[in-house]
């Protein structure tokens, strides 16, 4: 396939991913739930595809990008158990997916052992806040899973002192908006539940996705080939 093709199918599923989102969060502001979760996966179906025709060198990056869709599916009937965990694990895989593709984008190499520790780190961060909060698993999960966005965090301030600091910055903001997005669903899951929170939801997750994914692939792009 040529260049000229893969561009043009790349920015042709990068424009549906686009107008898919905007419908989505329609559906989620107007709380329409079946087209909301109908239309829920899709949306990085889309961009998964877009990274796939311009990013195909770099598999990494499109397949967090399919991790997220797996995840979306499965957080669809996440009152079952075993899609709750399912769910979980593509995040915390896309994550891991994401950790590796900004430490692959340094111009030095990572040593062994601090891989190590990012990978006990969410473990221990897990265990400190079980602890704290009096044994309590969803305080333990919860902390367990927000320490992978720490970690990114971590990895784009290296960027960033690295001297790419366009490419960190940028990650850096959605990481931070990702996190915002992950906080709103344990406040409406477990605190309190308020009007148009899927919505609010959604808008945070589209907006961080769309920084760290279309960022690495930029990244990746002008500083690997």
Request: charged share 10%; net charge positive; aromatic share 20%.
């Amino acid at each position: 396939m040529s260049q000229e093709i893969k561009l043009s199918l790349y920015i042709t599923f990068l424009a549906l991913y686009f107008i898919m989102s905007i419908i989505h969060l329609a559906f989620c502001y107007f709380e329409k739930k079946l087209a909301r979760q109908i239309t829920k996966p899709f949306i990085y179906t889309f961009l998964a595809l877009a990274l796939y025709f311009y990013v195909g060198d770099y598999p990494l990056i499109y397949i967090a990008c399919i991790l997220s869709v797996l995840g979306d599916i499965f957080m669809i009937f996440r009152r079952k158990t075993p899609c709750f965990i399912i769910a979980g694990l593509c995040f915390i895989s896309e994550h891991v997916l994401n950790m590796i593709s900004q430490a692959s984008i340094l111009s030095y190499q990572i040593p062994w052992w601090a891989y190590l520790i990012c990978y006990l780190s969410p473990f221990i961060i897990g265990l400190i806040a079980y602890l704290i909060k009096h044994k309590n698993p969803i305080i333990f999960l919860a902390a367990f899973f927000m320490s992978f966005h720490l970690l990114n965090i971590a990895f784009s301030f290296m960027l960033i002192g690295d001297r790419q600091f366009l490419y960190g910055t940028l990650i850096y903001i959605g990481y931070l908006v990702y996190l915002l997005s992950d906080y709103l669903i344990y406040h409406f899951v477990f605190v309190k539940r308020n009007q148009k929170d899927h919505f609010y939801v959604m808008l945070t997750y589209i907006i961080g996705q769309t920084l760290i994914l279309l960022t690495l692939t930029y990244a990746s792009i002008n500083l690997l080939r």
